[in-house]
């Protein structure tokens, strides 16, 4: 037996690398196997003179022993399925974090506009996006041959009879079905999606959002309508903010008004958002028509109320200076993330 020999495995028991268990077990064979190179040593051992075998007897010894642990400690290291080469993996890694997304712009002002009215006392109310033309016009008291009702303008799921399936048109359509379902005193608010065959632009789309807002009670007046607005402007845009109303024609208000906000970019010097004129244009309002509550049972004699309905787009590119309504559709996750914590302006 050479010294030479015991020093050699010892040096290769240290530089000894396995990238899987089989390959562990290959050099556990190799080492301490029935043929293996340590066990033959053994064998040997018996031919030593007996004046060596103190000492060869404990250096194999402990080169059997190296050899063991440094099994021990290999196979210890991987973590594999069976022989395969898979990577090794620290069970004990923190895992990978999980990326956030955010939400979408639209929905962030839907959700400040419903939690600004729930302040006043009002209900979130939905209804269907397919919808008849009873809701969505006559109950509105649309006259039959509106332009509104005009394949121009409304996708018809099926048209040809009395009462066609269309796409709803405008979330007014809720206001019917409240006043259908709900008692007097209502106030509501109707977030939805609407509707509308027009040629896809920066300033139109086919599809957009909006909020309708119903509130009926005995003696509500226009001034409440006007406060109503108001409050809601200096929530939505900031306490400076000034409205005013322009007198305009809705079949289902009466009076009805245009709400503009003061610019909020150039704080009414005038600007090209708001095209040189100071103000930007937020909403359509009035006073419900009297043949609206009745169409719906609503005495109109003992109650009056006040409408109101808005883009959540539009707001939302006034809010965010947004020059392109195709942003909000094209899922640009670029424009998205801009969203994940929305900026005030
Ligand atoms: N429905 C109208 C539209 O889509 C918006 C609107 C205007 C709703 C006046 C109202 C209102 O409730 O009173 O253009």
């Not at 807002?213 to 226009?222: H, K, Q, S």
Request: proline share 5%; glycine share 8%.
């Amino acid at each position: 037996m050479k010294r030479e020999d015991i020093e050699r495995i010892a040096a290769l028991i240290g530089d000894l690398k396995c990238k899987t268990q089989k390959e562990v077990e290959e050099a556990r064979v190799r080492l301490l196997g029935k043929k293996g190179e340590i066990t033959a040593l053994f064998d040997e051992f018996r031919t030593v003179d007996k004046a060596q075998k103190a000492e060869f007897g404990k250096a194999l010894n402990e080169l059997k022993q190296k050899a063991a642990s440094k099994i021990e400690e290999l196979k210890g290291a991987i973590v594999d399925t069976g022989g395969s080469d898979a990577p090794k993996m620290d069970l004990s890694m923190p895992g990978d974090p999980l990326e956030l997304g955010s939400r979408h712009p639209v929905s962030i002002v839907r959700q400040e506009i419903v939690d600004i009215f729930h302040k006043f006392g009002y209900d979130v109310a939905e209804g269907p996006e397919i919808e008849d033309d009873y809701h969505v016009f006559e109950a509105l008291n649309f006259p039959p041959n509106h332009p509104a009702r005009d394949m121009q303008d409304t996708f018809f799921v099926s048209a040809g009879h009395l009462n066609p399936i269309l796409l709803r048109t405008h979330t007014s359509s809720v206001q019917v079905r409240t006043m259908e379902k709900m008692d007097v005193p209502i106030r509501v608010i109707c977030p939805g999606r609407v509707f509308r065959n027009e040629a896809i632009s920066a300033r139109a789309h086919c599809i957009f959002h909006q909020v309708e807002g119903l509130y009926i009670d005995e003696n509500v007046t226009f001034a409440d309508l006007k406060q109503a607005i108001l409050l809601f402007a200096r929530e939505i845009f900031g306490p400076d903010t000034q409205i005013r109303m322009r007198p305009s024609y809705f079949p289902f208000t009466e009076p009805s008004a245009e709400v503009d906000v003061s610019c909020n970019i150039c704080h009414g010097k005038g600007c090209n958002i708001c095209k040189g004129t100071g103000w930007l244009e937020i909403l359509g309002c009035g006073m419900v028509d009297p043949n609206v509550l009745e169409a719906s049972g609503i005495d109109s004699k003992r109650y009056s109320g006040f409408a109101f309905g808005m883009g959540l787009e539009r707001i939302a590119m006034l809010k965010w200076r947004v020059n392109d309504l195709r942003h909000y559709f094209e899922n640009d996750m670029r424009f998205l993330r801009e969203f994940s914590t929305a900026p005030e302006v």
